[in-house]
């Protein structure tokens, strides 16, 4: 493989603590349960770059968000997202200090990507690709040519991280090697074997 290309949510961070989300619920006085059906619903849309921070937030809350509510809902979103998994991030140190090719195709709005990008261990992968700034979103396999045109790679030299099957699926879809992420101990197993 020339390129391994990661995931951000669930893959290289955590997921998205449940008291983190109660908590930008409670920022604006929302209902905890239906907030969460609300920020899920429209997620792919503002993933896509489709929707405004403050037409995915009203969406999310139930009512309009502006000024100080949006950049604090904005900023609370960035933080809850930004718990390292520390085994995958030991395996992507180790994959960059072989100076290996690691790129990072994560779905995110633009206003989380830049909050990402100013992560240290994000930062320190150099090809970066977020689906708002792309307007598509996986599992579009175009979205995985488009990398793999950026990355000047045949699809068939990139392999793909990803915890979600149809994400997977789509990378598949697009020509790439896929593998699904469960935990770091299987991914190096994997590597190890010659999948990487």
């Known amino acids: 493989m020339r390129w391994i290309l990661f995931d ?14 109660e908590a930008m619920a409670r920022a604006v006085g929302a209902d905890p349960a239906a907030f969460l059906r609300g920020y899920w619903e429209h997620r792919l849309e503002f993933d896509r770059g489709s929707l405004t921070p403050a037409e995915y937030w009203a969406g999310a809350a139930g009512r309009p968000v502006s000024g100080a509510d949006l950049d604090r809902l904005i900023a609370m979103d960035v933080a809850s997202w930004s718990h390292p998994d520390e085994g995958s991030l030991a395996i992507l140190r180790e994959l960059l200090e072989q100076g290996r090719d690691v790129a990072l195709l994560s779905n995110a709005p633009a206003c989380v990507a830049d909050g990402l990008d100013k992560l240290p261990w994000v930062a320190a992968i150099p090809r970066r690709y977020y689906s708002a700034r792309l307007g598509l979103v996986k ?28 994400n997977v699926a789509g990378a598949r879809d697009a020509g790439m090697r896929a593998v699904q992420y469960t935990d770091a101990a299987a991914l190096r197993a994997f590597l190890e074997s010659g999948g990487g």
């Open 139 to 166: 599992p579009d396999p175009r979205i995985y040519a488009h990398v793999a045109a950026e990355l000047a790679a045949d699809p068939a030299d990139v392999l793909f991280v990803d915890d979600r099957a149809d």
């Open 8 to 21: 951000y949510g669930n893959v290289l961070s955590l997921a998205q603590p449940a008291a983190e989300a």
